[in-house]
């Protein structure tokens, strides 16, 4: 039984941007470039398209775990790790007391008053963002930057030691090194892979990018234990 979250490179799969790819292949081909976790976010769909789409990435991606945004549902019909939840989807005591304590929780963060709210017991990790600007999301909220970044990592930190975090929006290979920086465990992505030409490589560089900041930036480790609330 898995028992904690790799966040360093955190693919997400957005059937608006595949990049031209059936997803399961992205998947699969993302995971060979080595992402630690992925995230399929469909917000069209019906639900039982979604199990069937979930269960096809799950399948793709062999080992590395999968993580579906938003329908509690859907995680559980098809075998997911857990879902991951936005400050206006679903209410994160009632998602842990649909799933059980089993598969995990991960909820976005755009504020430090979201920060000091965030109910850690319930909750695996959490994505920070939007850190830069993003065409991946009508995102209505201005960039919180670098020193945002580093603010709210700050208010985890100061919470719970290690707690996991990752940041997402607009992060490639030539800033990721300065959000792991800033604070972050690891990144959250989608155009910069999915729209690369070669999703695997793009994945395989940014991965390296992270590992390169994160040796830097010990000992503070990405200690990404979820024992909290078992």
């Known amino acids: 039984m898995l028992d904690q979250l790799d966040l360093r490179l955190y693919a997400i799969l957005d059937r608006e941007r595949a990049g031209g790819h059936a997803l399961p292949e992205l998947a699969r081909k993302l995971a060979a470039g080595g992402a630690t976790l992925v995230q399929l976010r469909d917000k069209k769909s019906d639900p039982r398209a979604q199990v069937a789409l979930a269960r096809a990435v799950k399948a793709a991606l062999g080992e590395v775990p999968l993580i579906i945004n938003d329908h509690v549902d859907v995680a559980i019909e098809s075998g997911a790790a857990g879902v991951h939840l936005g400050q206006d989807d679903t209410d994160v005591a009632m998602a842990r007391e649909r799933l059980g304590p089993v598969p995990f929780i991960g909820l976005t963060i755009k504020t430090p008053a979201q920060a000091w709210a965030a109910p850690l017991r319930l909750i695996d990790y959490v994505g920070i963002g939007g850190v830069f600007a993003t065409g991946s999301k009508n995102n209505p909220d201005p960039p919180i930057g670098l020193e945002g970044l580093n603010e709210i990592a700050r208010i985890f930190r100061h919470r719970m030691g290690n707690f996991p ?48 900041a994160l040796v830097r930036c010990a000992p503070r480790v990405p200690a990404v234990g979820a024992a909290h609330h078992h």
């Open 165 to 212: 975090m990752c940041a997402i929006a607009g992060i490639t290979a030539e800033n990721a090194g300065a959000v792991i920086e800033a604070g972050a465990d690891g990144v959250s992505v989608i155009s910069a892979l999915s729209l690369a030409p070669d999703p695997t490589a793009a994945a395989c560089a940014l991965r390296a990018v992270v590992d390169a």
